[in-house]
C-alpha cells in the first residue's frame, strides 16, 4: 500500500493539509470511508484526532467524528473512537450540532451505539 510507504519514510507530516480544500490525509481517509488507511494514520505519533476543517471550503468548521457520522461510515467511526484523547461530542460551528444529532438527522443507525458506549452527550 501507498500510503503505507510514504509513512514510513522520516519527516512526514500527518496533519498537513492539502493546498485546496486544506483537508489533512486523514480528513480525508474518514471522509472517503477508507478503513485501512484511517487505521494506519491513527497509529502515527502526533497526528491531531481533534483537527477541524471547513467542509468543502465553507466556514461550517467539522471534526473528523463529525464527517464519520454525517457520511455514516461505522468502522471509521469505531475506529476514531478507539482514540482516548478523541472528542466524542463536537459541536460544528455553524449548527451547534454534536455527533449523536448528525447521525439521527442522517439516519444512520448502525453509528449510534457506538457513540453512545463513548459518552455520547444525550442532553443535547
Known sequence: MVVKLLLAKNGVDVNSKDSKHRLTPLLWAVREGHKAVVKLLLVKDGVDVNSKDSKYGRTLLWTLLLWAVEDG???????????????????DSKYGRIPLCWTAENGHKTVVNPLLKNRANLDY
Do not use: F, G, R, T
Not at 80 to 91: M, W
Open 73 to 91: 461510515h461505522e468502522m471509521v467511526v469505531e475506529l476514531l473512537l478507539i482514540k482516548d484523547s478523541i472528542n466524542v461530542n463536537p459541536k
